[in-house]
Structures are given as structure tokens and as C-alpha cells.
């Protein structure tokens, strides 16, 4: 099965009708990935795990992989004339390169830093849409995606990617060239696998904990089978297990993390992943409708995130119809 990614986008322009320019804008972000892949690995002799000694606009501690990958993003993105603005989690404001390109990218240049002195997978998450460079509008609905993705930097480095009918799935091989491993990826639409952090089960509301209590009493609640549970504690790493093997992740909104809207940033994290897991066969709901169709009123707004198996987003929006 194995084709260059450059190999399958180029079919996909010729075949498929995908824009030519917009599949360039994968390639340069590819290319970021795949340098990041290498600079990661070789993190803990170079000594880069540690804290960059500043906060970015979340208020979270920057790593100095963050400002690094951050800065390739940058660099790449800066060389591809197409592209005009980034949204990047590491930037208070949008950047507006000094290209005239009519794309757009937002990215979490690396999500799961907080896990990078413990060798965890942690990933880039993006997402690009189209903007006018004379009045660009940088807060469009997940609906508008022309394409989204995440790199994996894990035992293997992935690139999943979807431009909307499809998620398929690239390695990095050791070239430095993405083959293609999985050409669609398909969420099972029932699974006995959930991903939450339940140390914030005091947070919860009434359909978070009972979707838990329910999945916990297994065979003998109303679930009527018995589930497993993971957390990674890394989107990325998570929302690739359960498009690879189905499952369920959710951040739901909680009463300590209201006031920010959620934790998850609807730009480059909420809605590249919910594009990718609904191409996938998926479902992507906040609890109170689907996150594509979220209006942003910020860059970094938050949102609350429950996506994966079909039947299982189902059963949480069930219990969410019947809370007040
Ligand atoms: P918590 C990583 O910081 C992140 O943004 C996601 O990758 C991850 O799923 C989540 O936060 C983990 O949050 O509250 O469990 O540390």
C-alpha cells in the first residue's frame, strides 16, 4: 500500500478535484512535522525537555519544544506564498505572514507537551481554512475546514489527515518521506473504551457522571458490557487510538472549568480532531450540539469536547437531552 504522501496528494489533485494550492499547504505542513519528528527525538540528549521560562496566552508554561515548534511552523509555513495567516496556540494574536495566500492555518504546534520529559506520544494538531488576505476572517465554524490533521510523534510518526470525505493516515519512514500506512481509517460505531480524566469527577455534571457510573457497573448496569478506560493525558495520542480502535474521549464542559468555556481550544484542537474523527464515521459533540457548528468569538476560545464511536457520543447526548 505504501505511496508518498506527495504521490497521493498529487492523485487526489488530479482525480479528485483537491485544489492544487490547498494540497500544497499539506506538503508544508508535513514537512514541519517531519523536522519536528527529528528534533524530538534527540530532545532529552540536547536537553530541550525542559521549561522555556515563560507563559503563552493560555497561561500554561512554555516548554522550550513548544517556542521550537512553534518557530518551525513559523519558518515553513512563512516559504509557501499560499498561506497568509497562522493561528497558533503559542501566539496571543494571529500572525499575519507576509504572504498575500488565501489559506489560513491554525495549529497546536505541539499538543502534550507537559508529557514530553516523560516519553509520551505528543503531537502538532491543525487545521486550514480559507481566508480573503485583505480582510481575513479568522473565526469561521469547523464546518469550513478544507482540511485537518495531526502529526503523532510516537513510536511511530504518523500524519492523519482528512480534507473531508475520508481520514487516512501517513508514517514517517527513514527517508524522511511520509508513506501512506492507512488509507481510511474507520471508527467503530460501538466500543468499550472511554477516555476521561476522572480525577475531576467532583467537577462533573449530571451526564458526565452518569456515563461514567454506567460504563464502570458494566455488565450489570445499563450499558449491559464491561469497558475499559484510558487517558493519555495527550489529545493526540488518544484521539489516535480510537481511530485506530475505536472509543470515546471527552472534556466536557465541568463547574471549575465553566468559566473558561472548557479546557480543549476549538481552533486547533476541538475542531481538526472532530473534522477527522466525523470523516472517520465518528461523532463530535460538545453535549449541546455538534462542535463543527460552534461559532467562534475568539482565536483561542475553549470548548467542551466529546468525540469518537458513534453509539457511544450518542449515549452522552442522550443523558445531556435529559439535564436541564
Ligand atoms: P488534563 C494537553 O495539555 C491537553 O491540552 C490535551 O492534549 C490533553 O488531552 C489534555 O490537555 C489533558 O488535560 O487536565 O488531563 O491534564
Request: aromatic residues 6%; proline residues 4%.
Amino acid at each position: 500500500m505504501s505511496q508518498p504522501l506527495a504521490h497521493w496528494l498529487a492523485a487526489a489533485v488530479a482525480n479528485n478535484g483537491l485544489d492544487l494550492n490547498l494540497s500544497g499547504v499539506i506538503e508544508t505542513i508535513a514537512a514541519a512535522c517531519a523536522e519536528l519528528s527529528g528534533i524530538l527525538r534527540l530532545a532529552p540528549i540536547a536537553g530541550q525537555t525542559g521549561l522555556a521560562g515563560h507563559t503563552n496566552v493560555q497561561g500554561e508554561a512554555q516548554k522550550q519544544l513548544d517556542v521550537i515548534s512553534n518557530d518551525i511552523f513559523i519558518k515553513h509555513l512563512r516559504r509557501n506564498a499560499d498561506i497568509s495567516i497562522l493561528v497558533s496556540e503559542e501566539l496571543d494574536e494571529a500572525l499575519h505572514l507576509e504572504n498575500q495566500g488565501r489559506f489560513m492555518v491554525a495549529c497546536d504546534p505541539l499538543d502534550g507537551s507537559s508529557n514530553l520529559d516523560t516519553n509520551v506520544t505528543v503531537g502538532s494538531i491543525f487545521s486550514v481554512l480559507a481566508v480573503d488576505p485583505a480582510n481575513p476572517d479568522l473565526l469561521q465554524p469547523g464546518t469550513r475546514q478544507l482540511a485537518a490533521g495531526y502529526a503523532a510523534y510516537g513510536p511511530a510518526t504518523s500524519l492523519v489527515l482528512t480534507f473531508g470525505p475520508s481520514t487516512v493516515c501517513f508514517t514517517l519512514d527513514d527517508t524522511g518521506t511520509w508513506q501512506l500506512s492507512h488509507d481510511a481509517l474507520v471508527v467503530p460505531a460501538s466500543s468499550g473504551e472511554y477516555a476521561i480524566n476522572t480525577a475531576r469527577e467532583r467537577f462533573w455534571d449530571a451526564a458526565t457522571t452518569d456515563y461514567v457510573t454506567q460504563n464502570v457497573a458494566g455488565e450489570t448496569g445499563p450499558a449491559g458490557k464491561r469497558y475499559n478506560m484510558r487517558w493519555v493525558g495527550s489529545m493526540v495520542a488518544d484521539i489516535h487510538r480510537i481511530l485506530m480502535r475505536g472509543g470515546i474521549f471527552l472534556y466536557p464542559l465541568d463547574s471549575e472549568n465553566l468559566k473558561t468555556g472548557g479546557r480543549l481550544r476549538l481552533l486547533y484542537e476541538a475542531n481538526p480532531m472532530a473534522m477527522l474523527i466525523e470523516a472517520a464515521g465518528g461523532s463530535a459533540t460538545t453535549g449541546r450540539g455538534r462542535i463543527l457548528e460552534v461559532q467562534p468569538d475568539d482565536i483561542h476560545q475553549r470548548v467542551a469536547v466529546i468525540v469518537g464511536s458513534k453509539d457511544e457520543v450518542e449515549r452522552v447526548n442522550a443523558l445531556y437531552a435529559r439535564q436541564p
